[in-house]
């Protein structure tokens, strides 16, 4: 997933996927999501997603309770839209923009994945924190 046109004209955006296990623990990235992250697939394999994603309310504490790839495993559900701050291999931080699904079970693969689609945000086109969630 290198390029895709985003519907807002003939640009191109570059997106970054990152596939989880149930734990939570990164599986694989992209080519894209390793520029964007600055790790490549075996440095960061294995890590938790706490390795790549600042979760935090605004009080400095995790949001690891309140995280949406809980529901991704047990309902199925897809998060649409949700901003993240990503911490890359070189420590800085940016605002991405995430979105989330539920891998079933297929072919050799027993156990279900999640999978989250970066986007990169314009520092002045911020929405918020808030996902939009939906069942699938």
Known sequence: MHATTSGRGPTAERQGVVIFDRDRHILVVTPVAEEMLGWTSEEIAGAHCHSI???????????????????????RAIIESME?????????RETVRASFWHLPPSGRIAEPRAMAVLHPVASGARTGGVPEQSSA
Do not use: H, P, V
């Open 53 to 75: 994603f600042d979760c935090r309310a605004a009080d400095g504490s995790s949001m690891c309770e309140e995280c949406g790839l809980g529901d991704i495993f047990e309902r």
């Open 84 to 92: 993240l701050r990503m911490r890359s291999a070189m420590g800085a």
